[in-house]
């Protein structure tokens, strides 16, 4: 039996593809050189965050309040309340789980009713200014590990997961889970969770989790 289903924020929840990439467009700058630093291991992910926030603060200081409006016009995706609302009525527990940005991660889940998020932090000082770095909560290699910590903390086994995401970062953790759906329409990233749903709305997702927990 599930009991929890965790989503992937960017791109499932909300349309945008990563949340840092709305701010990076914001701020018009290019930070392919630190992510791809990232991915052959040449930083951490702390170092990652460090020089990625750096970048957005060429011009200046940066609010937080600047950053907020921002983020907060990611386009949610379609039947994405009553998509949670039914999921929960089904006693199934919902969260987030992203290496996006715990201010969009904070307002998704309010807006939806979920109800649990886990993202990474950005930090402020006491006068509202972005200081360069961030809390590390959801390193993007390693949301398998963190997702099994954030599992057994909550009593649960990650057989009693069902998991959401739409990127090549997802595998491990459709490797991991009860029950895992890849949101795409990438087949060669589908046929690594069982099931691959290719849908303009969070509608089918639902339609999905019910056939399959009914079983």
């Given at each position: 039996?599930y009991?929890?289903i965790?989503?992937?924020?960017?791109g499932?929840?909300?349309?945008?593809?990563?949340?840092?990439q709305?701010?990076?467009?914001?701020f018009?700058?290019?930070?392919m050189?630190?992510?791809?630093a990232?991915?052959?291991?040449r930083?951490?992910?702390?170092?990652?965050?460090f020089?990625?926030?750096?970048?957005?603060?060429r011009?200046?200081?940066?609010?937080?309040?600047?950053?907020?409006?921002?983020l907060l016009?990611?386009?949610?995706?379609?039947?994405?309340?009553?998509?949670?609302?039914?999921?929960?009525?089904?006693?199934?527990?919902?969260?987030?789980?992203?290496?996006?940005?715990?201010?969009?991660?904070?307002?998704?889940?309010?807006?939806?009713?979920?109800?649990?998020?886990?993202?990474?932090?950005?930090v402020?000082d006491?006068?509202g200014?972005?200081?360069?770095?961030?809390?590390?909560k959801?390193?993007?290699l390693?949301?398998?590990?963190?997702?099994?910590?954030?599992v057994?903390?909550?009593?649960?086994?990650?057989s009693?997961?069902?998991?959401?995401?739409?990127s090549?970062?997802?595998i491990?953790?459709?490797?991991?889970?009860?029950?895992?759906?890849?949101?795409?329409c990438?087949?060669?990233?589908?046929?690594?969770?069982?099931?691959?749903?290719?849908?303009?709305?969070?509608?089918?997702?639902?339609?999905?989790?019910?056939?399959?927990?009914?079983?």
């Amino acid at each position: 039996m599930y009991r929890v289903i965790v989503f992937d924020m960017d791109g499932v929840l909300v349309k945008e593809s990563s949340s840092w990439q709305i701010l990076h467009s914001h701020f018009n700058v290019n930070a392919m050189a630190n992510f791809k630093a990232y991915l052959e291991g040449r930083i951490t992910y702390r170092e990652f965050m460090f020089l990625d926030t750096l970048l957005w603060m060429r011009r200046g200081k940066v609010s937080e309040r600047e950053i907020t409006n921002v983020l907060l016009r990611a386009t949610v995706n379609k039947y994405a309340k009553e998509a949670i609302a039914e999921l929960k009525n089904l006693g199934l527990k919902t969260a987030i789980i992203t290496s996006g940005i715990s201010i969009l991660a904070k307002f998704i889940a309010e807006i939806l009713g979920i109800d649990y998020y886990l993202a990474n932090e950005l930090v402020f000082d006491k006068k509202g200014y972005l200081i360069p770095g961030g809390i590390v909560k959801v390193p993007l290699l390693d949301k398998e590990k963190i997702l099994s910590i954030w599992v057994k903390n909550r009593g649960l086994k990650m057989s009693e997961v069902i998991y959401v995401g739409d990127s090549v970062f997802d595998i491990p953790v459709f490797k991991k889970v009860g029950f895992s759906i890849a949101w795409t329409c990438n087949p060669s990233l589908g046929k690594n969770a069982t099931v691959c749903l290719c849908c303009d709305e969070l509608k089918c997702l639902v339609d999905c989790v019910r056939k399959h927990f009914s079983l």
